[in-house]
């Protein structure tokens, strides 16, 4: 899979607008090679350590993937769960996380 078609795939599974309240979501082969190709082609392996931060509100399914994906490049790494905050309205699922500002700051080392 080219790194344009990978990407594309997993920006699609991120920015869904669609919303199925009942729907169950379940891992596929494709979805899991995206995320282990984008997480590769950003140079996580081995000697990688990361901390994957999400949300109450995130879906389940993309942590999970980027889980199994991490564990597939033997990538050193936790995970975090923050308190999704309170929103007047929604927020567009880009990555962003508002749930850590003010808490704390994160220092690479």
Not at 47 to 74: D, F, K, M, N, P
Request: aromatic residues 8%.
């Amino acid at each position: 899979m080219s790194p344009d078609r990978s990407f594309n795939l997993l920006n699609s599974l991120l920015t869904s607008k669609e919303s199925y309240p009942m729907l169950q979501e379940r891992i596929e082969g494709k979805w899991l090679a995206s995320f282990r190709r984008v997480f590769a082609l950003n140079g996580i392996g081995k000697v990688t350590t990361v901390a994957l931060i999400y949300e109450t509100q995130s879906r389940s399914v993309l942590a999970h993937l980027s889980q199994l994906a991490l564990y597939e490049l033997s990538a050193d790494f936790c995970m975090l769960k923050m308190v999704s905050p309170p929103q007047t309205v929604p927020v567009k699922g880009t990555g962003t996380s508002l749930a850590i500002q003010g808490y704390c700051q994160i220092k690479h080392t």
